[in-house]
């Protein structure tokens, strides 16, 4: 039996400084976690400060030659660009420095596509490739030939090796016709979700900010939470008690992340668009990262492009227990800032209580009579709205409840 080892990924990464700024290297930090995530080992790292990204090499020359010095000094066996690259770009890396270049996106891409389970995920994943790999076939070259394990090989986009455009797009168009069957059922789901009555929130956040750990410390989810980048990318829809009576849908949704590929934006509309439907947001940030603020910065236009804001927000300022010295934070574009922890359940009976007091004000609170024969009446009560007592007394029901506005007129 022949024993056969992955070889280890060493990658450079490179980025290019256009504003003369710090993000640049915080920027490549977030690209190392990425790689880490992907299974790389950095070995090395180089930023360039220039008005642009060179249109042919995406660095420019003396760095290029810097760069070939530090891959023969580190035996690096790949470069990974902090950009995504041009087919152009992608050509002339390759071949001035004879190693693998992956871009951002075929990073991130390479990361989905380990981490998608279900069907649907698996549809939009291999679309983003596709999409992707289309508009760079003149510029692949030998890359799309690449076989082997590690970075930027994963996952169906490598399945036929010598795809040219028009096969990818058929491909392309069949999985859209896919997609849409899925986002049919979706609709489908979502609508019966409408006609019970039942509100849903949508955890939404920036990757790794603990938006499963805290689905999980609610609702017993056992959704997969661990450090890495995009742990859980298929959207996990459970039901939550907020008091004895009153339940809730919450759904945990894929994490966003600056420099998002326009590609996966595009594919996984239908997985974000669970926040788009969504009654409530819950937006929770990862208090204890030093780039908290930019993070919440991306988590709110990318609810912006997506058009989710008019909904309620309660930010969720978790992950306190990793703070030495915590203070009350505050988000002012959020109804609600609530200091929490998914591991020691610090704040979770706050945020029960605040997305009560969201429900409650599209409720109205009643205290009446009903004959038996309008038993159907106190069934529509049951169904659509909170039912705190029902006493069955000789004159008829007696129930207390908070119903929604839109049902109030028929009770």
Not at 207 to 223: H, Q
Not at 258 to 269: Q, S, Y
């Amino acid at each position: 039996m022949f024993e056969m080892d992955q070889v280890e990924e060493r990658v450079i990464l490179t980025g290019v400084d256009t504003a003369g700024t710090e993000d640049a290297g915080r920027s490549l930090d977030e690209l190392e976690e990425l790689a880490k995530t992907a299974g790389a080992t950095v070995v090395g790292r180089l930023i360039q400060s220039r008005e642009s990204a060179h249109p042919a090499t995406y660095i420019g020359k003396g760095k290029l030659q810097e760069l070939k010095e530090l891959i023969w000094e580190t035996d690096a066996t790949g470069i990974i660009c902090d950009d995504e690259l041009t087919s152009a770009q992608l050509g002339n890396l390759e071949a001035e420095l004879s190693c693998k270049i992956i871009d951002r996106t075929l990073l991130i891409l390479d990361i989905f596509a380990a981490r998608a389970v279900s069907g649907e995920g698996k549809i939009q994943v291999e679309l983003a490739q596709l999409k992707y790999r289309a508009s760079r076939l003149t510029g692949l070259g030998r890359s799309l030939s690449r076989l082997g394990g590690g970075i930027g090989t994963r996952g169906p986009g490598e399945k036929k090796l010598e795809m040219d455009r028009r096969l990818i797009r058929e491909r392309i168009s069949r999985l859209k016709k896919e997609l849409r069957d899925v986002e049919k059922h979706r609709e489908l789901i979502r609508s019966q979700r409408k006609r019970s009555g039942l509100k849903v929130a949508a955890l939404v956040g920036y990757t790794s900010a603990g938006k499963s750990s805290i689905e999980n410390a609610l609702t017993d989810a056992g959704i997969l939470a661990d450090a890495m980048l995009f742990s859980t990318l298929d959207t996990m829809t459970r039901s939550l008690m907020l008091d004895n009576t009153q339940e809730i849908l919450l759904t945990d949704t894929v994490g966003f992340i600056r420099k998002l590929p326009h590609h996966l934006v595009e594919a996984f509309k239908s997985t974000l668009e669970e926040a788009k439907y969504a009654d409530i947001i819950i937006h929770v940030v990862d208090a204890s990262n030093p780039q908290m603020d930019e993070q919440m910065y991306v988590v709110y236009e990318t609810l912006r492009q997506l058009g989710v804001e008019d909904r309620p927000v309660i930010t969720l300022f978790n992950k306190q227990d990793r703070l030495e010295h915590p203070v009350n934070q505050r988000d002012f574009h959020a109804e609600y800032s609530i200091m929490t922890s998914a591991k020691t359940g610090q704040g979770l009976e706050e945020l029960k209580t605040a997305l009560l007091e969201i429900i409650r004000r599209d409720q109205i609170y009643i205290e009446r009579l009903y004959d038996f024969s309008e038993a159907g009446k106190v069934q529509m009560i049951r169904s659509r709205g909170q039912l705190l007592s029902e006493e069955y007394v000789p004159e008829g029901i007696a129930v207390k409840a908070y119903v929604p506005a839109d049902i109030y007129g028929k009770i």
